[in-house]
């Protein structure tokens, strides 16, 4: 009798597609968008920690187009206000826009354009989307709520100036972070909602060419 052979860079390891028991790829199938979060927040040193799984994400030329800001206390302000400013509100006299007070820690995703040869722009701003994925999986497996937040203001001057954005970076958005109730997490684990159907996503050259 022979035993199971042991996975190695050459022979993956291969998991049953429904039962998922590899701790990453539940992460990922369980990954869900968090509207409203709690009070509590990761560290600057725990987001630091987070960032070894984000890194390696993939990047062609490894040109790095990509960084982060966080966001919280008064800065929230200052965005309220460039946000404001962006879309020509204005407000009573110590009323604020309210949507940077949706989470204690906003986390702006920021994507470079680094003038490269062989990795167009497109490519890098696919690098860093990769990347704000990449930490939105780290910090729901670390056990917070996320939701990545854009708008059609996003990259408006006002905003653009309260980052200090350079002209070659494109703000990506901000990850609304906090903690989660433990009701959210149980109604996870009880949700009997299937995944979506992968043959929407995943086709053959031949496939395709049939359809044609």
Same mark, same amino acid.
């Given at each position: 009798?022979?035993?199971? =052979? =042991?996975?190695?860079? +050459?022979?993956?390891?291969?998991? %049953? ?27 600057? +040193? ?15 030329? &490894? ?8 966001? #919280? ?8 206000? +460039?946000? %404001?400013?962006? %879309? ?6 110590? =009323? ?5 007070? #949706? ?24 690098? &860093? @989307?990769?990347? @704000?994925?990449?930490? =939105? ?18 990259? +408006?001057?006002?905003? #653009? ?52």
């Amino acid at each position: 009798m022979t035993t199971p =052979e =042991e996975p190695t860079a +050459a022979t993956p390891r291969r998991l %049953d597609p429904v039962e998922f028991t590899d701790p990453v790829l539940t992460a990922m199938k369980n990954r869900r968008s968090v509207s409203k979060v709690g009070p509590e927040t990761p560290t600057d +040193a725990q987001l630091r920690d987070l960032l070894a799984a984000v890194t390696p994400v993939a990047d062609h030329k &490894a040109l790095r187009p990509w960084r982060l800001m966080t966001l #919280r206390g008064d800065d929230r302000v200052g965005l309220a206000e +460039a946000l %404001d400013e962006a %879309d020509g509100t204005v407000r009573p006299a110590g =009323e604020i826009n309210p949507k940077p007070f #949706r989470a204690e820690l906003l986390i702006a995703v920021i994507a470079d354009h680094i003038e490269h040869p062989k990795v167009p722009q497109w490519e890098q701003h696919a690098t &860093a @989307a990769g990347a @704000a994925h990449l930490l =939105e999986l780290a910090l729901w497996q670390a056990g917070w709520g996320v939701m990545w937040r854009t708008g059609p203001n996003a990259n +408006a001057e006002p905003i #653009r100036r309260f980052h200090g954005l350079k002209d070659s970076e494109l703000m990506m958005g901000w990850l609304y972070v906090g903690d989660v109730e433990p009701e959210f997490h149980e109604r996870l684990t009880t949700s009997s909602r299937p995944p979506l159907d992968p043959d929407v996503f995943l086709d053959t050259k031949q496939g395709w060419s049939s359809r044609l």
